[in-house]
Nanobody, 125 residues
Framework: EVQLVESGGGLVQAGGSLRLSCAAS????????IAWFRQAPGQEREVVAC????????YYTDSVKGRFTISRDNAKNTIYLQMSSLKPEDTAVYYC??????????????????WGQGTQVTVSS
């Protein structure tokens, strides 16, 4: 059984930082692209960042470039999202996700088959 479990969310003031973690089990972790998505109330789920199997290729949506960093530790089956200079518009539920097949980095929601339960990030102004 594949499980993705996010942690690290919380309430932070604008300009602050948080680090999200996603612990994966049941995947061939080192073979999987992993992504972070987020969904704000009333909005569609959107990709935030993706990382390739080796960690050598990453993708960031424009609104987080220079502020967020995605990384992975294959030995711990964990991926991270370091978020800095947080803004109120970053407020959302953050999800990690993985596809069920080998693929290069992809950014569309329907490319991902496994999802965590989400962790709430709230940024106050």
């Amino acid at each position: 059984e594949v499980q993705l479990v996010e942690s690290g969310g919380g309430l932070v003031q604008a300009g602050g930082s948080l680090r999200l973690s996603c612990a994966a089990s049941g995947l061939g972790f080192e073979d999987n692209v992993i992504a972070w998505f987020r969904q704000a109330p009333g909005q569609e789920r959107e990709v935030v960042a993706c990382i390739s199997m080796s960690g050598g290729s990453t993708y960031y949506t424009d609104s987080v470039k220079g502020r967020f960093t995605i990384s992975r530790d294959n030995a711990k089956n964990t991926i991270y999202l370091q978020m800095s200079s947080l803004k109120p518009e970053d407020t959302a539920v953050y999800y990690c996700a993985a596809p069920s097949f080998d693929t290069p980095v992809v950014t569309t929601t329907d490319s991902y088959d496994y999802w965590g339960q989400g962790t709430q990030v709230t940024v106050s102004s």
